[in-house]
Structures are given as C-alpha cells and as structure tokens.
C-alpha cells in the first residue's frame, strides 16, 4: 500500500510525536488540531507541549516541508485518530467513558474520506469504540462501503491502534515499541500493518480491532493492580512497623515477583482512567480492577491524616506553639518525576487539601513549573528546594525528582518527615 499523505487528527501528547515522527521518514504530513493555538505554534516549527526531544523532531519536520498543522480535515490516503477519550462529566462518579471526541473527528474527516482511505484509531477506547467510529463514518458517506456491512470488499479500511507511549520517553518508544494492530478485517490490518512500519522498529502484531481495545485497557489496569498491591503492602507495613520499601526489594528477589512502588496515589490520564472504561462495561465482573482503583484513589488521604499526625507530633514537642506555627513544605506536584505534567496530580491533589485544612504556612516546591497552579495561588508558596529546607517543620515528599533524591537525609536535621516515595 502507498500512503502518500497520511493526516493524523488530534495533536496533544500522542498525535503531534506520531505525526511528526512519520513526517521524519519523508512522508507528507497534515496534522489537525481544533485548537488555533496548537496549529500556529506547529506552523511555526515550535511545540506546544513538553517532551523531551519533541521539539527537535518538530521543527525539522516543518522546515523541511513534511508536516502542516490545520484546523480542518484534507483528504489523506490515511487518518490517524489521536483524540482525548475522558469520562462523561454529568455522570458523576460513574465513570463512563465520553466518545464525543472520537465522533467529532469522525465527523470531521468523514467528508474528506476517499474510496481506498485507511482510518486508525490510536486513542485509548472502550471495548467496541472502534465499531462504533466505523458506524459514525458509515453513516456521513452512505456513497462508500465499510468492512462492518462490506468485509473485505470495503472501500474503507479501519483499524484500532492503541498507543502505548510512556511520557518522558515518547519519540523513543513511539519508534521502539512494538505495536498491537487490531483491523476490522484481515485486510484493514495488514494496511494498517503497512503505515506502522514506515515507522516502527518494533513488532507489529495483529488481531481483531475489540482485543486490540481491551489489551491497552488491560495494560494499564495491570500496572494499576500492581502500584495498588504495593500501595497497600506501605499502609499495612506503616501499621507493623516495616519499611516497604526495603520489603519490597526483598521480595522482588524472587524471580518470579516484580512488585511496583507504592507512592501518594496514581495520576496522569492514562492509569488512573483506562481501568474504568473495564469497569464502567462489566461492573459486576471487574471486582479487582474496581478495588485498586479504590485503593489507589484512597492514597491521597492516607498521606494527609500522617501529615496530620507529624503536625500532632511537631506539638507535642513543641507544646508553647500551635498549628499556624508551623511551616509544611511539600516537595512536588507533578504526576510523576520529573515532567511537569500536573493532570490527575495525587501530589497536587494532597497539597491543595493541605491548604485547605492547615491553618500554618504551606510551601511549594516544584523545579519543573514556573507558578503554582491557580488553585494554590495566595494558599501556598512557591519556593525553592534550598528554601523549604532551611523553613519547614515537617516536610511532605511527593514526587522523587532527580533534585530531591540528591539531597541526603544528614540535610534534614531534626525536621519531621512523610515520605510518600521512600526517598530518605
Ligand atoms: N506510579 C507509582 N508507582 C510505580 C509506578 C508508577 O506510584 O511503581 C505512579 C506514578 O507516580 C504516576 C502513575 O503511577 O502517578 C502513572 O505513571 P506511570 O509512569 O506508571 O504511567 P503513565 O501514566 O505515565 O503511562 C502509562 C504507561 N502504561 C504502562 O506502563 C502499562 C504508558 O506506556 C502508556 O502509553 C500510558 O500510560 C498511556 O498513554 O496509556
């Protein structure tokens, strides 16, 4: 199969890497974004998101000709699908997922599709996404066949494509990793077989576009299992006196156990989402899914009833003084270390409860943000790590930033500690 223009619609964290990468092996690539913003940044050569490398790839890739961001769909011999999959807001804690952004886009590049076109859905989906964008297409050009009512005598190919990037390290992976290619027929995966490989390095292995779906589903609520295993194993070792985190290297000496760390509670918009999307389909079935996601969610609040008991402590030794004396600085806020990327932060979730509850000061440190987020703006201060050091009573580490962990625990002196990341 030839694709000489591919477009991929969606340029966040998954769509602006893909198109650009793919743009570097000389292939002609528009990029569509509904954000204004985000196509002149691009235009422009520059980024609009931090991830190590990307802007290298981007601006190479729009100086020599090969990639052109708009905001409105052109005709392309592939479409790739990377838009954000979040839940339904007016569902409360339902957590069903919200396929509007994946029928916008459906809608949008519908038009434009021409007999022989190949569409890829990269974005993390529930079980049965991708019929149901081959439905939505179907539906806006009744002119063309698609594999659900035409098999493989369709004029349209469709396929799922989950990506499977880690933040931090996308333009490596995206090139590296091996690729789960999940067609709505044998042919819509072999063409989508075909577009991977300009690419990929790794393996591309094929299935049906639903196993497809529930393996990225399934990857993410392995590694949430996991982090809610460890998350429990620290509550449960905080009550028996034991450091988990020496128990944990222990254990992992088995050669059959590989236990994650535990930490303040998981975040991001991938871990502490796609288990959902299992559980929101089969509510009665997805027991240990459901629990870790408990478990994890419930993280957050352990962290602030021990910052709550080390502020007891700090007073009790301290008996002339009272909780507005003392000075909590809390190191992080990221979702992880050492990004900047504060979405479905349990850090930030923990600080910001802190500042409503604790009548003291309350300082900040996070070396990969400029300004506190509004939410703690005239609540907490943003410091610098020497300065949280020198000032606080009890300190709070969240998130193991390459600077924090330099620092040895002889700096602490006497100040009291909740280390969520078994730093010191
Ligand atoms: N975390 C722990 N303990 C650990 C590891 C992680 O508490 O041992 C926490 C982190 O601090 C963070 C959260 O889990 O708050 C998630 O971080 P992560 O690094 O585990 O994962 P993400 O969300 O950045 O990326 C994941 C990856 N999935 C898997 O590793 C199975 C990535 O490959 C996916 O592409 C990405 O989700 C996605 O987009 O779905």
């Given at each position: 199969m030839n694709f000489d223009t591919i477009s991929v619609i969606g340029l966040g964290y998954i769509g602006l890497p893909t198109a650009a990468v793919i743009a570097s092996r000389r292939k002609k690539v528009i990029g569509v974004d509904v954000n204004p913003h985000a196509v002149e940044t691009i235009n422009r050569g520059d980024i609009h998101i931090v991830e190590p490398e990307l802007d290298i790839v981007v601006h190479a890739a729009v100086k020599e000709g090969y990639l052109r961001a708009t905001t409105s769909p052109e005709p392309a011999d592939a479409f790739l699908i990377a838009v954000p999959t979040p839940f339904?807001?007016?569902n409360g804690n339902d957590h069903v997922p919200d396929l509007s952004y994946i029928e916008a886009a459906s809608k949008a590049i519908a038009p434009v599709l021409k007999k022989g076109a190949l569409v890829i859905l990269e974005s993390t989906s529930p079980v049965g996404a991708t019929e149901q964008m081959a439905a939505w297409l179907a539906e806006a050009r009744p002119d063309l066949t698609f594999?659900?009512?035409?098999?493989?005598?369709?004029?349209i190919r469709i396929a799922h494509c989950p990506e499977r990037v880690l933040p931090g390290h996308v333009v490596r992976e995206l090139v590296e990793n091996d690729r789960v290619i999940g067609g709505m027929t044998a042919k819509c995966s072999a063409a989508a077989t075909a577009l991977y490989q300009i690419f990929v390095e790794g393996e591309c292995i094929t299935t049906t576009a639903r196993t497809a779906e529930m393996a990225k589903l399934t990857e993410n609520s392995f590694r949430d299992v996991n982090i809610a295993f460890a998350n429990e194993l620290s509550i449960i070792c905080d009550k028996l006196d034991i450091n988990v985190w020496e128990l944990i290297r222990l254990a992992n000496r088995h050669p059959r156990v590989n236990i994650l760390q535990p930490g303040p509670g998981v975040g991001g918009h991938c871990i502490a989402v796609d288990p959902w999307f299992i559980v929101s389909e089969t509510p009665d079935e997805a027991r240990l899914i459901r629990t870790a996601r408990e478990v994890n969610d419930g993280k957050p609040q352990w962290v602030i009833d021990k910052v709550n008991e080390a502020v007891g402590k700090f007073l009790s030794a301290n008996p002339?003084?009272?909780?507005?004396d003392v000075t909590i600085a809390c190191f992080g806020l990221a979702?992880?270390?050492?990004?900047?990327d504060l979405r479905e932060s349990p850090a930030l979730k923990i600080v910001e409860q802190l500042a409503i509850s604790h009548p003291g000061r309350l300082l900040a440190v996070e070396p990969n943000t400029e300004r506190l987020p509004i939410s703690l703006k005239e609540k907490a201060t943003l410091v610098i790590l020497d300065e949280a050091l020198s000032k606080a009573d009890v300190i709070l580490m969240l998130v193991d930033h390459k600077g924090f962990k330099?620092?040895?625990?002889?700096?602490?002196?006497?100040k009291l500690l909740v280390d969520t990341r078994g730093v010191w």
């Open positions: 339904k807001a007016e594999p659900q009512a035409h098999g493989e005598e369709s004029d002339d003084k009272t909780a507005k979702f992880k270390p050492d990004i900047d330099a620092v040895p625990s002889s700096q602490l002196g006497n």
